[in-house]
Nanobody, 123 residues
Framework: VQLQASGGGLVLAGGSLRLSCVASGRTFSNYIISWFRQAPGKEREFVAAMSWRVGRTYYAASVEGRFTISRDNAVNTVYLQMNSLKPEDTAVYYC?????????????????WGQGTLVTVSS
């Protein structure tokens, strides 16, 4: 299984970015795919998740209303659209997959991780 995250960069506060995570190596139809982030000096935290099969979404309170997770089944890709970005959104963003919808925010419950992509929001 491989997860390839991309799309990070430098953006001004209030701006937008879209992250992508391409999944390969198996069928993910029964999996949950999530985004986490890790800011300098802080623990990795849950951002958003989506059930690949039914499309149900979950968000951390800190990003709800600003971030949107979506998927394109045809290309096995999950996106994280990030709007109204704030300096506190600065972090390395990771995608990850797990086989159940329980304990979404617990990073040790995930089976596979991609490499991170850095998002820097400047004020």
């Amino acid at each position: 299984v491989q997860l390839q995250a991309s799309g990070g960069g430098l953006v001004l506060a209030g701006g937008s970015l879209r992250l992508s995570c391409v999944a390969s190596g198996r069928t993910f139809s029964n999996y949950i795919i999530s985004w986490f982030r890790q800011a300098p000096g802080k623990e990795r935290e849950f951002v958003a998740a989506m059930s690949w099969r039914v499309g149900r979404t979950y968000y951390a309170a800190s990003v709800e209303g600003r971030f949107t997770i979506s998927r394109d089944n045809a290309v096995n890709t999950v996106y994280l659209q990030m709007n109204s970005l704030k300096p506190e959104d600065t972090a390395v963003y990771y995608c990850a997959v797990k086989s159940s919808s329980s304990y979404l925010s617990l990073r040790n419950k995930y089976d596979y991780w991609g490499q991170g992509t850095l998002v820097t929001v400047s004020s």
